[in-house]
């Protein structure tokens, strides 16, 4: 029989709605059921497309034995880490602490004011390597709360008030300078790891944010050191198992340092934050490897995550069955040479010399990951496309990955933005569309009539939760670069609307630090407050980019001091965990002299020749920079204002703070004057 989680929207809950434990959701009412019957809470943390999860569901929420144990002597209450991260981030704050480890599933036993005093991960069905039973941790749990509550409740308080003690941010009073960016430059250098790109050991994730602050510094600074460790990062990603080398798109992380074996799920928020790296890489190298990736990833999102209903779906799971009806991790991508040669005959010792496929296997049970080990220029073109289409269509016949058709606001917002300038740099009309149609759904489905975001959808249902300071600044740039790509004002509309609720909820308006509730949510145990990146970009530093990012386009003074105030986070924390702050680095590096807004006014944005000068201004500014494109007479844009035409013919204006140079009509001309700037 199903237990509370079968009306939920989040897959993740979904997939535990016939587990014999009675389940509760997030909710007031769980807490006032243990406080009712006088019982401890347990709280799982975990997301759809997490392994350990599967896991220890299977082993431990699937047993009847241990349902029937927890439905006697707690109150079980199941959340999805990606409808409620705020959730999440308080308990895994208080993992952290106590543990200095964390990861999902995430377990926490609280009393029933919401108060933790016991923590762990993920714990098996039987002791092993020096761990207890998940079953010894349920006993240990419950013989402590019957027989000495009041030291428990004294244990509980206790991290209550250390966690409101903590100090989690010195928050500078002004922005960071150059002499902070150089500094987090020179800690990005020592922790770099030059013979296998990206930064520390294994596991190894990749760098997103760091790279878009490489990026970024280079492109103002001409750094070539910064140019090379994002270049060769980039490379070794992308010719690693952690890439799929036949459909495209990146895996959560790679096990191992050389980016050859991954953790299997792809995640939404990484393939569109790479995505635009890779663009971005291209633009700066005009690399074809760049190229080649960003398009390739671009193409799985609109492939294999797009819903029917416009947006992108949150993941795809790492296991899938491997034919036998066993759910194992990787089966889907993973080959041996016997498949090789099942598939392609006489071409499949081609294809293990390409790909690195062994005998001995580079992954588990003699199977390999495919990666790129030696040059691609020693093979012939042709055949390896053919190989490549063959392995392909013979993959999309094994049973493939679950997928997770949550629609997660912020994530949406991410891809949206990759989507936008992917299509407009490489002349993809059709990414652009993808990027409008996701877009549209953020609009119809997720904001309301006060301008207030829903965290999640799904089938064009909105869930129950609201949205978290991310959803706010990441859509709101989603909406920023398609303003700036395709020259309709409206996403610039919509994007300030969502910003000024990052302002009067989110902000502190005594010092500019963020939150990543607002100020209306539902009180926690601690209100969390994090300006580090995570696997997706600060909630606090995203706010701080798009909010410059609209001070640009509208000339705005309010929003740039916000910006400003912000990033005094980033003063404090670039020099001395710049690994974890990338975002915030990246945003920072577009405070200082540089063409920052360009405005391109036509007859029409469609004209031909506006259509030329506004590609050139998109490939030409660096990352972080403004275009504006519209009509004389168009008053969506203030950066428009008072920018004519030159004879009739379009003309551009590279601007600094809205003071602009001698406008040109030459796309060329244009090309250069941006190069010199």
């Excluded at 799982?44 to 299977?58: L, T």
Aim: net charge negative.
């Amino acid at each position: 029989m199903p237990n509370r989680l079968a009306h939920e929207t989040s897959p993740y809950l979904l997939q535990h709605a016939d587990n014999p434990v009675d389940w509760w959701p997030w909710s007031g009412e769980a807490f006032e059921e243990a406080r009712r019957t006088g019982r401890p809470v347990l709280l799982s943390v975990g997301y759809s497309s997490c392994h350990w999860c599967h896991v220890m569901a299977h082993e431990s929420f699937e047993d009847q034995a241990t349902a029937d144990y927890l439905n006697e002597h707690f109150v079980s209450v199941k959340v999805d880490r990606e409808e409620r991260p705020d959730v999440d981030a308080v308990y895994m704050e208080a993992v952290q602490a106590a543990t200095g480890q964390g990861g999902w599933p995430m377990t926490v036993f609280l009393t029933p004011d919401a108060e933790p005093f016991y923590f762990g991960t993920y714990f098996p069905p039987a002791p092993r390597h020096g761990m207890p039973s998940f079953r010894q941790v349920l006993e240990g749990v419950q013989q402590a709360w019957t027989t000495r509550q009041d030291e428990v409740a004294e244990v509980a308080g206790k991290i209550v008030r250390d966690l409101a003690q903590r100090e989690i941010v010195r928050h500078a009073a002004e922005a960071p300078g150059e002499a902070e960016l150089a500094q987090a430059l020179l800690g990005l250098t020592r922790e770099y790891d030059p013979q296998r790109g990206g930064f520390g050991g294994a596991p190894k994730f990749p760098p997103s944010m760091v790279l878009e602050f490489l990026l970024r510094h280079h492109a103002r600074t001409g750094a070539e050191g910064a140019l090379q460790m994002a270049q060769d990062t980039c490379e070794r990603m992308a010719r690693g198992g952690i890439y799929d080398q036949l459909g495209g798109g990146f895996a959560r992380y790679s096990v191992d340092r050389d980016w050859i074996v991954p953790h299997f799920e792809k995640m939404l928020y990484d393939n569109a934050l790479l995505c635009r790296v890779y663009a971005h890489l291209w633009r700066a190298t005009r690399s074809d490897l760049a190229r080649r990736v960003a398009l390739e990833t671009a193409d799985f999102l609109v492939r294999e995550l797009r819903t029917e209903e416009g947006g992108f779906a949150s993941a795809l799971d790492a296991d899938s069955d491997d034919g036998s009806g066993r759910h194992v991790e990787g089966a889907y991508y993973a080959w041996t040479p016997a498949q090789l040669r099942e598939v392609l005959g006489d071409d499949a010792e081609l294809a293990a010399q390409y790909f690195g496929v062994t005998e001995e296997g580079t992954f588990e049970h003699g199977q390999s990951v495919l990666q790129l080990p030696q040059t691609e220029g020693v093979f012939d073109a042709e055949k390896v496309a053919s190989v490549r289409r063959r392995l392909l269509d013979a993959r999309t016949r094994r049973p493939a990955p679950g997928r997770d058709d949550k629609v997660v606001a912020a994530w949406n917002g991410l891809a949206v933005a990759a989507l936008a300038e992917t299509g407009a740099y490489f002349d993809r009309p059709d990414l652009t569309e993808a990027a409008l149609g996701a877009a549209d759904l953020l609009v119809r489905v997720h904001l309301d009539e006060h301008a207030r975001l829903a965290r999640t959808s799904k089938d064009g249902r909105v869930g129950p939760n609201a949205g978290v300071l991310e959803d706010y600044a990441d859509v709101a740039e989603g909406f920023l670069a398609l303003a700036s790509v395709t020259g309709e004002g409206v996403w610039l509309d919509f994007a300030g609307l969502l910003l000024d609720q990052v302002l009067a909820r989110f902000t502190d308006p005594a010092t500019g630090a963020l939150y990543d509730t607002a100020s209306d949510a539902e009180p926690l145990i601690r209100r969390p407050q994090d300006p580090t990146d995570n696997a997706v970009p600060s909630g606090w530093t995203a706010a701080a980019g798009a909010l410059l990012g609209y001070a640009a386009h509208t000339g705005s003074e309010a929003h740039r001091t916000a910006a400003e105030r912000a990033l005094g986070v980033v003063k404090t924390l670039g020099p001395r965990v710049p690994r974890f702050i990338g975002w915030g680095l990246a945003v920072a590096e577009a405070l200082f002299d540089g063409p920052r807004e360009v405005a391109v006014v036509g007859p029409a944005p469609t004209d031909e020749r506006t259509a030329a000068l506004h590609r050139t201004a998109l490939l030409g500014t660096a990352p972080g920079a403004v275009v504006a494109c519209g009509t004389p007479d168009s008053d969506e844009f203030p950066l428009l204002a008072d920018r004519t035409l030159i004879d009739g013919a379009p003309a551009a204006y590279v601007c600094r703070g809205f003071v602009c140079d001698l406008p040109t009509t030459d796309p060329a001309a244009l090309k250069a004057r941006l190069a010199r700037s």
